[in-house]
């Protein structure tokens, strides 16, 4: 009996620790991305974390930053403030508004906010406030407990004018908004990172819940569109969001933004959501609201700003637990993708063996290049790609292949650019290709080559994902004979850069990018650095610039069911375009998102091409048809 209860508390230690890790997005990141320019607004200093905006008037008023110092008033040695920004001008400046007969000027530190308009046509600003002591609140230390227990004592309340009503209690709920109509109500349950939907009755006084939408993302402040569209600023970070406002004042804490826009179904029981806004917290630290005006052209977002936030708790994880959470974390099971394109997109058509795509023209349609003289047609199955241009001009390929019966070789393909086909050169078999995947030429002769595992069964597989110990790594291949590089680890998509000299590897089941000194000489590699992306980025191209471009996995679980039956249209696997640029010594870099789509239009991206001077990209896929989109969207952010 004894053991079965320790099993049982075992299990819910387990769970809550899990729990808790996953509250705070350990396993998640920001990619940069922007709608058009952006500037930061002057005048609020401390922070703008909520907005409201006056219709009538084109005008928006806003919040100064937030203040929960509780430990240590004396800290607060400003005063809040009450902005208006004009929504008609580009002056990028917020004025301050003189507040008459305040009962208590040092103590306003005002927080949410919201408008009303009079008959007589004057607004009416209802703002939350509090004051330096934080008196009506629980302490920071209670606040923790809360945060760790899941037991919260927050709710929903509706005063009358008279007196107040509780409408939701013991949860907790951050954002609030009603609709245009004035029947629906949107709360931010945001340590669940969920938006609860409720039919509200003023007249009854009654709410009734209709849907909670999943997030997986902590959405702060909302707003409410002329078409009805929801729009938050949301905290995608968790963790780092907490260390931020621990420390505001600290320039070298950043807490990641995030802008959404959601649009519900008519039954309000889905919604769909686009991400308009991403950044690491360098620009923008800490969104809590995001407004739109100028019919949807122009974007105001707030920060939090400071808030005091202290959070003590032990994990004790065994190796049994480690090994668990590790792979759910793999799996990302805490991730989803929120839809954004740099322009318009289209799908290419085109068969899925080789085929040749016409950049110079919009055709949307890639053409069946005919192969003379391959040894196993029925066994032509491409994977990897490369290519050399020899001497004479002459395109030559390098084809990572696979036969039915999962037998693998490199085929080497010469383009005849006058007929448009290819000529089989040879076909090259070692015992070295264990399970290739990607390929780069590095001569008429030679290339380097990726195994990203060495299992040849499902069951193999499996057991190389669960343990972890992985058989693949990289080959060179110097014309004559091949030469290890790296074993037991997973090697994904490689890239070499434009001088030869860097390799660039896909460790994905890590989520990470190894990037290597690269010696063809001397046939030696040598790791620089390791990249961490949380994201699972497949194959690389690197453009003129020197920027690496990638398209990625970011949620491993919903690629793999796709995976496991391409076929089935109702399963999609969630894409993602990446621009990544490296600092000088490779050490550091700064990653841009181009596109995310949930796979309804692009499923399972693996590479992602710039061309035209990156005014238009092609991304393909694992098993569905290529994309082209045009890049009308900032990529260089800083």
Same mark, same amino acid.
């Given at each position: 009996?004894?053991?079965?209860?320790?099993?049982?508390?075992?299990?819910?230690?387990?769970?809550?620790?899990?729990?808790?890790?996953?509250?705070?997005?350990?396993?998640?990141?920001?990619?940069?991305?922007?709608?058009?320019?952006?500037?930061?607004?002057?005048?609020?200093?401390?922070?703008?974390?909520?907005?409201?905006?006056?219709?009538?008037?084109?005008?928006?008023?806003?919040?100064?930053?937030?203040?929960?110092?509780?430990?240590?008033?004396?800290?607060?040695?400003?005063?809040?403030?009450?902005?208006?920004?004009?929504?008609?001008?580009?002056?990028?400046?917020?004025?301050?508004?003189?507040?008459?007969?305040?009962?208590?000027?040092?103590?306003?530190?005002?927080?949410?906010?919201?408008?009303?308009?009079?008959?007589?046509?004057?607004?009416?600003?209802?703002?939350?406030?509090?004051?330096?002591?934080?008196?009506?609140?629980?302490?920071?230390?209670?606040?923790?407990?809360?945060?760790?227990?899941?037991?919260?004592?927050?709710?929903?309340?509706?005063?009358?004018?008279?007196?107040?009503?509780?409408?939701?209690?013991?949860?907790?709920?951050?954002?609030?908004?009603?609709?245009?109509?004035?029947?629906?109500?949107?709360?931010?349950?945001?340590?669940?990172?969920?938006?609860?939907?409720?039919?509200?009755?003023?007249?009854?006084?009654?709410?009734?819940?209709?849907?909670?939408?999943?997030?997986?993302?902590?959405?702060?402040?909302?707003?409410?569109?002329?078409?009805?569209?929801?729009?938050?600023?949301?905290?995608?970070?968790?963790?780092?969001?907490?260390?931020?406002?621990?420390?505001?004042?600290?320039?070298?804490?950043?807490?990641?933004?995030?802008?959404?826009?959601?649009?519900?179904?008519?039954?309000?029981?889905?919604?769909?959501?686009?991400?308009?806004?991403?950044?690491?917290?360098?620009?923008?630290?800490?969104?809590?609201?995001? $407004?739109? #005006?100028?019919?949807?052209?122009? %974007?105001?977002?707030?920060? +939090? !700003?400071?808030? /005091? =936030?202290? $959070?003590? #708790?032990?994990?004790?994880?065994? %190796?049994?637990?480690?090994? +668990? !959470?590790?792979? /759910? =974390?793999?799996?990302?099971?805490?991730?989803?993708?929120?839809?954004?394109?740099?322009?318009?997109?289209?799908?290419?058509?085109?068969?899925?063996?080789?085929?040749?795509?016409?950049?110079?023209?919009?055709?949307?349609?890639?053409?069946?290049?005919?192969?003379?003289?391959?040894?196993?047609?029925?066994?032509?199955?491409?994977?990897?790609?490369?290519?050399?241009?020899?001497?004479?001009?002459?395109?030559?390929?390098?084809?990572?292949?696979?036969?039915?019966?999962?037998?693998?070789?490199?085929?080497?393909?010469?383009?005849?650019?006058?007929?448009?086909?290819?000529?089989?050169?040879?076909?090259?078999?070692?015992?070295?290709?264990?399970?290739?995947?990607?390929?780069?030429?590095?001569?008429?002769?030679?290339?380097?080559?990726?195994?990203?595992?060495?299992?040849?069964?499902?069951?193999?597989?499996?057991?190389?994902?669960?343990?972890?110990?992985?058989?693949?790594?990289?080959?060179?291949?110097?014309?004559?004979?091949?030469?290890?590089?790296?074993?037991?680890?997973?090697?994904?998509?490689?890239?070499?850069?434009?001088?030869?000299?860097?390799?660039?590897?896909?460790?994905?089941?890590?989520?990470?990018?190894?990037?290597?000194?690269?010696?063809?000489?001397?046939?030696?590699?040598?790791?620089?650095?390791?990249?961490?992306?949380?994201?699972?980025?497949?194959?690389?191209?690197?453009?003129?610039?020197?920027?690496?471009?990638?398209?990625?996995?970011?949620?491993?679980?919903?690629?793999?069911?796709?995976?496991?039956?391409?076929?089935?249209?109702?399963?999609?696997?969630?894409?993602?375009?990446?621009?990544?640029?490296?600092?000088?010594?490779?050490?550091?870099?700064?990653?841009?998102?181009?596109?995310?789509?949930?796979?309804?239009?692009?499923?399972?991206?693996?590479?992602?091409?710039?061309?035209?001077?990156?005014?238009?990209?092609?991304?393909?896929?694992?098993?569905?048809?290529?994309?082209?989109?045009?890049?009308?969207?900032?990529?260089?952010?800083?």
């Amino acid at each position: 009996m004894l053991k079965i209860v320790l099993v049982v508390l075992l299990a819910f230690l387990v769970q809550y620790v899990f729990k808790t890790l996953l509250m705070f997005d350990i396993h998640k990141q920001t990619y940069n991305h922007r709608p058009g320019q952006c500037r930061k607004i002057e005048g609020p200093v401390h922070g703008s974390e909520d907005i409201t905006i006056v219709d009538e008037k084109n005008i928006a008023f806003i919040t100064s930053g937030l203040v929960y110092l509780n430990d240590d008033p004396s800290r607060a040695t400003w005063k809040g403030h009450i902005f208006v920004y004009d929504l008609t001008k580009r002056t990028y400046k917020a004025e301050s508004i003189p507040i008459l007969n305040l009962e208590d000027e040092e103590g306003f530190h005002p927080h949410g906010i919201s408008h009303w308009v009079k008959k007589d046509g004057s607004i009416r600003l209802f703002i939350v406030v509090h004051s330096k002591d934080f008196k009506h609140s629980i302490t920071v230390l209670a606040n923790a407990i809360e945060m760790l227990t899941g037991f919260f004592k927050g709710g929903l309340v509706y005063y009358d004018g008279k007196k107040t009503q509780y409408l939701l209690e013991n949860t907790v709920a951050n954002g609030i908004i009603l609709s245009r109509d004035r029947k629906t109500l949107f709360v931010s349950h945001i340590n669940q990172e969920t938006i609860g939907v409720f039919a509200w009755n003023q007249e009854k006084v009654s709410i009734r819940k209709i849907s909670e939408i999943e997030t997986l993302t902590g959405c702060d402040n909302f707003f409410i569109d002329q078409e009805n569209n929801l729009w938050s600023g949301c905290h995608p970070v968790l963790k780092d969001a907490v260390g931020h406002l621990g420390d505001a004042t600290n320039p070298s804490l950043f807490s990641q933004s995030q802008v959404l826009r959601f649009k519900f179904s008519s039954d309000l029981k889905t919604a769909e959501m686009v991400e308009v806004f991403s950044d690491d917290g360098k620009f923008t630290s800490a969104s809590a609201i995001a $407004a739109t #005006f100028d019919n949807g052209k122009q %974007l105001l977002i707030g920060t +939090v !700003f400071q808030m /005091l =936030l202290k $959070a003590l #708790f032990v994990l004790l994880l065994g %190796l049994s637990v480690q090994f +668990v !959470f590790k792979t /759910l =974390l793999m799996m990302d099971i805490n991730k989803r993708v929120y839809n954004h394109r740099p322009g318009e997109c289209r799908k290419v058509e085109g068969p899925r063996e080789i085929y040749l795509y016409d950049l110079t023209k919009r055709t949307y349609k890639a053409e069946l290049i005919p192969i003379l003289n391959l040894e196993d047609e029925e066994g032509f199955y491409p994977h990897g790609l490369s290519h050399w241009v020899m001497n004479d001009g002459t395109i030559r390929l390098f084809v990572v292949v696979h036969s039915k019966t999962f037998k693998h070789s490199v085929v080497i393909l010469d383009y005849d650019d006058w007929k448009q086909h290819l000529n089989h050169v040879k076909t090259i078999r070692d015992d070295t290709f264990i399970r290739p995947n990607d390929i780069v030429a590095t001569g008429e002769n030679s290339f380097l080559l990726s195994n990203d595992g060495g299992a040849q069964t499902e069951l193999g597989n499996m057991w190389e994902v669960i343990s972890g110990f992985y058989r693949g790594g990289i080959v060179y291949f110097d014309g004559n004979k091949s030469h290890y590089l790296m074993e037991n680890h997973v090697a994904n998509g490689i890239s070499l850069s434009r001088d030869g000299n860097t390799l660039f590897v896909s460790h994905i089941n890590q989520e990470t990018i190894g990037v290597y000194s690269w010696n063809q000489e001397k046939i030696s590699l040598k790791k620089i650095s390791e990249i961490e992306t949380l994201t699972g980025c497949d194959n690389f191209y690197i453009d003129k610039d020197n920027h690496m471009w990638t398209g990625c996995h970011p949620v491993t679980k919903d690629v793999l069911a796709h995976f496991g039956n391409r076929s089935d249209p109702s399963l999609y696997g969630p894409s993602q375009v990446l621009r990544i640029t490296f600092s000088k010594g490779f050490e550091k870099a700064e990653m841009v998102e181009v596109l995310a789509d949930d796979g309804r239009l692009v499923s399972a991206s693996t590479i992602a091409f710039p061309f035209d001077d990156g005014k238009q990209v092609l991304i393909g896929t694992v098993g569905r048809h290529p994309v082209h989109c045009d890049v009308a969207v900032p990529l260089s952010l800083y």
